[in-house]
Nanobody
Framework: QVQLVESGGKLVQAGGSLRLTCAVLRSHVSVNDMGWYRQAPGHQRELVARVDGGGRTMYEDSVKGRFTITRDSAKKTLYLHMNNVKPEDTAVYYC?????????WGQGTQVTVSA
C-alpha cells in the first residue's frame, strides 16, 4: 500500500528555518501533483504550496518569499524549505500527493514557532 511519510517538524524560534520532508513509499506508479497543507487549531486545512509534475509551483500568499517547495522525482520525495518562520506558521503540516488515480495524505508533522 502506498504511503506518504512526513518528517522534519519541530519547535523553532521565530525567524528560524527548517525543512519538511515527505517520502512516497511503496509506489510503483507515477507521482503527479504534490503539495503541502497545514492546519492550525480551530482552523480549516489550507494549502501552503504545490508543485505539479512539470515542476510548476504555487504558494499561499503569506508564505511567498519565505517558503520554497521542491521535489526529487527520482526519489519520489517532496520538501518544504521554511525560512523566516513566524508564530502564525504554527500548525500540523500535511503532505498530499496524487499517485496514479489516488489522492493520498500523510499523517502530518507538527511545526511550532515560538515568538
Amino acid at each position: 500500500q502506498v504511503q506518504l511519510v512526513e518528517s522534519g517538524g519541530k519547535l523553532v524560534q521565530a525567524g528560524g528555518s527548517l525543512r519538511l520532508t515527505c517520502a512516497v513509499l511503496r509506489s510503483h506508479v507515477s507521482v503527479n501533483d504534490m503539495g503541502w497543507y497545514r492546519q492550525a487549531p480551530g482552523h480549516q486545512r489550507e494549502l501552503v504550496a504545490r508543485v505539479d509534475g512539470g515542476g510548476r509551483t504555487m504558494y499561499e500568499d503569506s508564505v511567498k518569499g519565505r517558503f520554497t517547495i521542491t521535489r526529487d522525482s527520482a526519489k519520489k520525495t517532496l520538501y518544504l524549505h521554511m525560512n523566516n518562520v513566524k508564530p502564525e506558521d504554527t500548525a500540523v503540516y500535511y503532505c498530499n500527493a496524487k499517485v496514479g488515480l489516488a489522492n493520498l495524505w500523510g499523517q502530518g508533522t507538527q511545526v511550532t514557532v515560538s515568538a
